[in-house]
């Protein structure tokens, strides 16, 4: 049951206690014979009951209410003001960029229409696609400038050949026969993923592929071997 319909039950009984208790007292004044008056204490005994149970639900009622008060002005204290609110923060777009997704399809039309901008991305296709984004981030964030192109060209191969290098390091530090893979290998091997071949590892001996097509180099004789024959091949890729 809601506090409402307490609060109704309250005005229904005080109201009923008070209008009996007046009617009560009134009647019992007006009365001279004993057993009328008996009657009437008894009457008046059934609402002394209710005022005592109005009195209590009253009580209760004004509690409730002071500590309703008493929490309003508490959240009122604690929260603060209105113009200390903190504001939501609205990211505004910089004027005059471009979102990355029209960039990356500026940058595949470059590719494929310029022959100039072609020409340079080529240069870092053997050294994986990454190598061609980074280009295509720094001739954006130069703003076209195609002065720079051989500059950063130049750059990121030679990040890219570095790169290379150090995970060859790792990669094929040593032979399938166990002894460690010489610099003029790791030359051979440089120049074979310059030229469009993929590199790889398999039961320990270093792999050659291109196409179907997979060369198995278990020593540093094997990889001049295979140096000598691929200097004598065009490039590709």
Not at 31 to 54: C, E, K, M, P, Q
Not at 114 to 138: C, F, M, S, T
Not at 140 to 165: G, H, M, T
Not at 191 to 203: C, F, H, I, P, V
Request: charged residues 20%; contains cysteine; glycine residues 8%.
């Amino acid at each position: 049951m809601g506090w409402d319909k307490w609060k109704r039950i309250f005005l229904v009984g005080a109201t009923f206690w008070l209008f009996g208790s007046i009617a009560v007292q009134v009647a019992r004044s007006n009365r001279r014979s004993y057993s009328d008056i008996i009657l009437i204490d008894n009457i008046g005994t059934v609402f002394a009951i209710l005022s005592i149970a109005v009195f209590g639900l009253g009580l209760v009622l004004l509690c409730r209410w002071i500590l309703f008060k008493f929490s309003e002005v508490r959240a009122t204290r604690t929260s603060p003001p209105s113009s200390q609110k903190p504001r939501p923060i609205v990211e505004t777009p910089t004027a005059g960029t471009a979102p990355q997704a029209t960039k990356s399809v500026r940058w595949g039309a470059l590719i494929k229409y310029d022959d100039e901008i072609r020409a340079a991305a080529e240069k870092l296709v053997p050294y994986g696609p990454e190598w061609v984004q980074q280009l295509g981030d720094a001739f954006f964030a130069l703003d076209e400038n195609r002065s720079y192109l051989a500059n950063i060209v130049e750059r990121l191969v030679n990040e890219a050949k570095a790169k290379q290098a150090n995970e060859w390091k790792t990669l094929f530090t040593r032979t399938a026969n166990g002894e460690a893979t010489s610099k003029e290998s790791l030359a051979v091997l440089l120049d074979a993923q310059e030229r469009g071949y993929k590199l790889g590892t398999q039961s320990g001996a270093f792999t050659v592929s291109t196409g179907s097509s997979t060369t198995m180099l278990y020593s540093n004789d094997d990889i001049r071997r295979f140096g000598r024959i691929l200097a004598g091949r065009p490039r590709f890729g």
